[in-house]
């Protein structure tokens, strides 16, 4: 049994910072691309980064430049560094997990998913 539980969502102003982490249990992490994903109301569910199992990163372009995905498989950790928040990133984020047989890649669609947190609520607003 695989659990994924996010934390470090909250309020922030427009040019803020926050972090947010998730926390992996059940599993070894290095078994894994980890993924994060946003949802905003109204909205698709999107790919924000993700990170692969050899831990070379990806972005969206909404996101590039601004946020830093990063893992610690020692203590089963993956965490995302935002900066520079704007309020559309206002969405719930989503730690999510693959099995990737590949060292190298990662995937920002739901299709190559395994497993899923509940998610943590980001508000960016004045």
């Known amino acids: 049994q695989v659990q994924l539980v996010e934390s470090g969502g909250g309020l922030v102003q427009p040019g803020g910072s926050l972090t947010l982490s998730c926390a992996v249990s059940?599993?070894?992490?290095?078994?894994?691309?980890m993924t994060w994903f946003r949802q905003a109301p109204g909205k698709e569910r999107e790919g924000v980064s993700c990170m692969s199992r050899d831990g070379t990163p990806s972005y969206a372009d909404s996101v590039k430049g601004r946020f830093t995905i990063s893992r610690d498989n020692a203590k089963n950790t993956v965490q995302l560094q935002m900066n520079n928040l704007k309020p559309e990133d206002t969405s719930v984020y989503y730690c999510?997990?693959?099995?990737?047989?590949?060292?190298?890649?990662?995937?920002?669609?739901?299709?190559?998913?395994?497993?899923w947190g509940e998610g943590t609520l980001v508000t960016v607003s004045s």
């Open positions: 999510a997990a693959g099995r990737f047989i590949l060292r190298s890649i990662c995937t920002t669609t739901q299709g190559g998913i395994n497993y």
């Open positions: 059940g599993d070894t992490l290095d078994l894994y691309a």
